[in-house]
């Protein structure tokens, strides 16, 4: 019965189990590994019995007389655990988790062997779920920026950075939300703006280490450039009203090459600003 199972596993020898860390991403399958060659035995004893379990404890798989078994399997793994019961006998007790679920958070598996009742804890295995977010996308209307990124996992906060300063979080409006379906976050953030600034808003994922970012200028209001870029005056107002990251080259003498960046900037009816005919040209200063 499941009751004397857990009384035989609470007696679980003093040994030291191999402990470790391991990242699932979401959807995905994860191997909980469990390499134990110091146990390694031609043929297991008739009497053995390998158990999975979490600290609930729940679990997880469990291989006994030399047959996996099902019976105790916690319900939230069934269909989900696999070993290679070949391998097993070379001290390979590793459990592949498929597809890892949110809810597979902090699962600290506990791999239980005991041979003609002998009872010893082999590992002890950790997992983190991750899950990539998007690259941000941005959206700017009436001098408000609003940055949105969704299907990461965990929850992190939403950085802004304009002219080598990171904002503080009380600039930001942010609004977090969960999909009940994925359990990953959906995250909006808004910042007020102005022209001409140049602004980054960035995701970052601690179990990754991984950051998506995206970047915009803030055009001028009302701005259409359409005069010759040769010349050095319309070239510079260009650069004025419509501004690029880095230009490549503000060469000042004739005969000198740079890349012209330029576009159409104008506000629309409802007052949003659209930048149209972007396109850019290799140019040298001919006066």
Known sequence: PLALRCSALDLVSSTHPKEQTVVGIIGQPVLLPCDRSTLATPNYPTRTR???QDLTPRVLHVFKDGNEEYVHQNLWYKNRTTINTDQLASGNLSLLLNPVNVRDNLLTCDVILIINDVNSQECQITVNVAASYQKPTLNFSDMTLVCTTHGGFPEHQVTW????RTLERHEAVTKTTQD???GTYNISSRVN???GQNIT???YNPILNETQSNFIVIPWAYCSVTADPNLRKPWRKMIHCCPEPEPENTAQEAGESYTAQYYTAQKNREGNTNITHPRSER????Y
Do not use: A, D
């Open 50 to 52: 390998i158990y999975w």
């Open 161 to 164: 950075r304009t002219h080598n």
């Open 180 to 182: 009940p379906g994925t």
């Open 193 to 195: 703006v102005t022209e």
């Open 201 to 203: 808003c960035s995701i």
């Open 283 to 286: 140019m040298k200063y001919s």
